[in-house]
């Protein structure tokens, strides 16, 4: 602990916490990205997107209405072509399908020819109808359409446009910054032939499930497609190509990302995008205003000034179609609602994205400020580096704000509030460590001679140390090393008490574990109690899981000894449950705190009853009783040294012991003893022929030889 003091290690410890935050920051994990999304939600419910009216984008909405009209979709190809007609002859500049048509429409008439083969009436009347497809074909092929892509990492591609927007990549191969989806499902070659463009509509939310961010730019199968919103803004201004703007890593820095910087719209306009050419939606509660049903434009309700020189983008809305999505702001809206506002925010410019300056910004923050506290908290108050530390978090909440409602930059407060009291802490708590070091070495200490629990209820309870005592039920493991004593005339002291210190550290250690008051060491024996000085209900099923912990601990132990050629002996434990009087025994010179009662008695005498039985473990029924899985085998009913009422001794045992063939034979030979039946001799005689390493059963037999009977032992000697 002084060396942790020393000014080398306290200089250490915030550098180490820095460069941990920095890692976080610049390596960006899944947690700092929720911590970041958590941030950007709060700001857009504060300050949402508003509403603007005269921004010239529409939707036709295949709402709820129109599906009861026309019928279940997919539509005729027909209506569509109505549409699309309706549309142009209003004056839409540019109509925008969140549509997949990749399949020819089954209501054409040659899709019809297939269900009535042979028939050439039939044939001759389909054959004077064009198809619906190419009806829709041509209705496109009067306007100004562009379709729908969808991405997707199927292997098998689906139709793709035969004449894909061009793009030109300048400074750098824009692919390598793309996510690369397998391949794509767009419209019909004869549909896409006649449009004048083709967009990704695939939106993919977070890990939340909620739409926060939009790539202006996808990487189908190698090769690179514009978004919907990006394609129809190209082609609304009239542009032929769209190029991607990349910055290469040897142009990158301390204040500038390498990857995709930004799409150029020829030589009109250039939109900044992140490096994997994202932009974040500035997110606005839905409106309705924008929206037109689509049987109100079939059946010729629509007012023309509020589709001409539009964009408009016909798609669901209806919840049946299951095309839904959660918004920063927390609704669930129609998701081309994404595609929406990315085209209002694209033509206005108001879109969001990160600074690129981020990292540069908190780096220099954390380290100012780590600084300007280890002078304050060294030479100046502390309370004066606490009111430093708040008036940082202010200061980084409200440069977030203004950023966000002045600049549209998502930037965020909170990771860096909490490096600022992470570097904070990793400066003060060394401080203070000097002062708590006295107080938690005496604590350390005094749990030295007693339990843990019984300090830290001492603690919380100073009142319990006055004299006096109570009656409570409580459970006692009392533990026994076989042959140590022979051992100490055979060993150098110094060896002795090193194995003697190790074995009594572990069986310790598993008692506290198990929330076990140390009741006294006894040289090689060790005696805990349980629900004493805290009461615990389940005081007995801690007792078995406490020996059963120490079995297994000793055990390994003297097998580790004794490849080692040291003949250290096995662990007998008693386990026992019983009313005994606990409290503090002494004077006002002294205080023990301890339990009287016959209850610890028989658990040493259970304990020194293994040595009969030849078991490690003996646990009696008053405890096994208490315990609802408790897994063992009966051992007898002994009358121990100095009783007469008898006790019940079981030796616990593993779930895979319980059910072996061995148990279950045991258990019935044990019945007819128990019952003094004749039979029960050769059933023990034949039991220990399969099994003669088993004491027990060795026990019993021998017992059944010299002449006794039953399950009832008296025990004549301690």
Known sequence: MRKLLTPLLRLLLPLGVLCALLIVQFEDPLFRMRIRDLAFDQLQKLHPAPYVDDIPVRVVAIDDPSLAAVGQWPWPRTVMAQVVDQLTALGARVVVMDLILAEPDRTSPEQVKQFWPDNAALDAMLAKFPSHDQILADSMARSRVVTGVLAHNQSAPGPLPERPTRFVSQGGDARDWLKDWAGGTGFLPPLSANAAGAGVVTVVPDYDGILRSVPLVHLLGGRVYPSLALDALRVYMGEEALSVQVRPATEAGWLRDAGISGVGLGSTAFLPTAPDSRVWLHARPQNTERYLSAIDLLTGQVDPRRIKGHIVLIGATSAGLGDMVRTPLGEAVPGLEGHLQLMEQLLTGEYLLRPSWENALVTTVWGLSGLLLAVMLGRIRPVWAVAFLGAGTAGLLLLSGYLFRSQQLLFDPLFPCVGLLAIFLSLAVPRYLRTEHEQRWIKNAFSRYVSPNRVKYLQEHPESLALGGEYRECSFVM?????????????????????????????????????????????????????????????????????????????????????????????????????????????????????????????????????????????????????????????????????????????????????SERVTAYLAAYKLMDASEQGALAAFQALYERYPDDALVGYHLQRLQAGENGSLIVMERK
């Open 479 to 659: 533990t026994d090393l076989a042959g140590f004593t022979a051992m100490m005339e055979k060993y150098e002291p110094c060896l002795l008490s090193a194995l003697l210190n190790e074995y009594l550290d572990g069986m310790i250690a598993i008692a506290f574990a198990h929330e076990g008051t140390l009741d006294r060491i006894v040289g090689d024996a060790v005696a805990v109690m349980f629900s004493a000085p805290v009461a615990q209900p389940d005081h007995a099923a801690r007792a078995v899981a406490c020996a059963l912990a120490m079995d297994q601990f000793a055990h390994h132990f003297s097998a580790q000894q004794q490849a080692r050629g040291i003949p250290f002996g096995k662990t007998r434990i008693g386990v026992n449950t019983g009313d005994v009087l606990v409290g503090n025994f002494g004077g006002q010179v002294m205080l023990d705190y301890r339990a009287l009662g016959d209850a610890i008695n028989t658990a040493a005498r259970l304990e020194t009853l293994n040595n009969h039985l030849g078991t490690r473990i003996a646990v009696s029924a008053s405890t096994a009783e208490q315990c609802p899985h408790f897994l063992g085998r009966p051992a007898g009913s002994w009358v121990l040294k100095g009783k007469h009422i008898p006790t019940p001794v079981f030796e616990p045992l593993s779930p895979e012991e319980i059910g």
